[in-house]
Nanobody, 126 residues
Framework: VQLVESGGGSVQPGGSLRLSCAAS????????IGWFRQAPGKEHNFVSA????????HYADSVAGRFTISRDGATNTVYLEMNSLKPEDTAVYFC????????????????????RGKGTLVTVSS
């Protein structure tokens, strides 16, 4: 089982980035694939998740309206489009998967995710 993130980098405030999470090694039906982030010195926080089968998504209040999550069945990849980035979005972003619904995933701790990637760093700074 693998979740491999890519797409992190440095951007100025107001800029955009797109993160990718390539999933392999397990059947994605009935799973939610999502993103958590960990800012320096802080705990992991839920960002967004999407149901692989239905496409239903859920967002943390802090990113709703700025971030968009989507999935591509042809490549088994989940994307996180991040717009209007703020310095407080600076963090390591981790992809995670669990057999649950996206809203339920938002209420669980990162440690409860059975499948997790290694993370990709996003830095928002002028």
């Amino acid at each position: 089982v693998q979740l491999v993130e890519s797409g992190g980098g440095s951007v100025q405030p107001g800029g955009s980035l797109r993160l990718s999470c390539a999933a392999s090694g397990f059947p994605l039906d009935y799973y939610a694939i999502g993103w958590f982030r960990q800012a320096p010195g802080k705990e992991h926080n839920f960002v967004s998740a999407i149901s692989w089968s239905s496409g239903i998504s859920h967002y943390a209040d802090s990113v709703a309206g700025r971030f968009t999550i989507s999935r591509d069945g042809a490549t088994n990849t989940v994307y996180l489009e991040m717009n209007s980035l703020k310095p407080e979005d600076t963090a390591v972003y981790f992809c995670a998967a669990r057999r649950t619904a996206p809203q339920t995933m938002s209420r669980l701790p990162y440690g409860a995710m059975p499948y997790r990637g290694k993370g990709t760093l996003v830095t928002v700074s002028s």
